[in-house]
């Protein structure tokens, strides 16, 4: 097992499948990093035109303290003790400061399941970062997508089943799924 480990999503809503991610990662590793990008979309927009949902309000209806919390609460019920977990920021639209944010030493660990994916993928390598792709998977293989999920919220669809309890919980909670609704409707729905 190694010391740390890094992985990164933008988690506009942390479902089920990211938590296969998470929990994928964290079993190779004693301290795990989650990355969230684009922890400010004013601050830290797309700049791929691979990267499709890192510029809109509709497509990143949550704050980085938002997904913070539900990234926090889930982990912990999922099992993984606090001490062997941190939350950073993960400007990867920005790499000339992403190792501000996260150690140098680690092991970044993907999913490649897109275009955009490798295109992270050879950002991490051109740092000379040590990466370790878990997994690549069609967009058929890939499951839920926080697009899809975002879409069952707003149309007040069956949404919890994709969703970890805590995240469920804390979306309502704090009128979040609320706020995906009128996002969805105001900027036409995707």
């Known amino acids: ?3 740390m480990g890094v992985i990164h ?3 506009q809503v942390l479902h089920l499948k990211h938590m296969e991610y998470l929990l994928a990662a964290k079993m190779r590793c004693r301290t795990l990093y989650v990355g ?3 922890p400010d979309i004013s ?3 797309a700049t791929s ?3 499709e949902h890192g510029r809109t309000k509709a497509d990143n209806p949550l704050t980085y303290i938002e997904r913070y919390e539900m990234i926090h609460d889930a982990l912990l019920d999922f099992g993984v003790k606090r001490e062997e977990f941190e939350i950073i920021p993960f400007p990867v639209s920005n790499p000339e400061l992403l190792l501000q944010y996260a150690p140098a030493d680690a092991v970044y660990y993907m999913s490649i ?3 955009w994916d490798e295109e992270k993928y050879q950002i991490l390598c051109s740092l000379g970062l040590n990466v370790e792709v878990l997994w690549r998977r069609t967009e058929e293989e890939k499951g839920i997508t926080g697009s899809e999920l975002r879409g069952l919220i ?3 669809k069956e949404w919890k089943k994709y969703v970890p309890r805590t995240v469920a919980e804390y979306l309502e909670e704090n009128g979040i799924d609320q706020r995906i609704r009128q996002l969805y409707y105001t900027y036409g729905g995707r």
Do not use: K, V
Request: proline content about 10%; charged content about 25%.
């Open 1 to 3: 097992m190694i010391e």
């Open 9 to 11: 999503g933008r988690f």
């Open 36 to 38: 969230i990008t684009h």
């Open 43 to 45: 601050a830290y927009p």
């Open 49 to 51: 035109p691979l990267d």
């Open 113 to 115: 399941c897109s275009a």
């Open 154 to 156: 707003a149309r007040e």
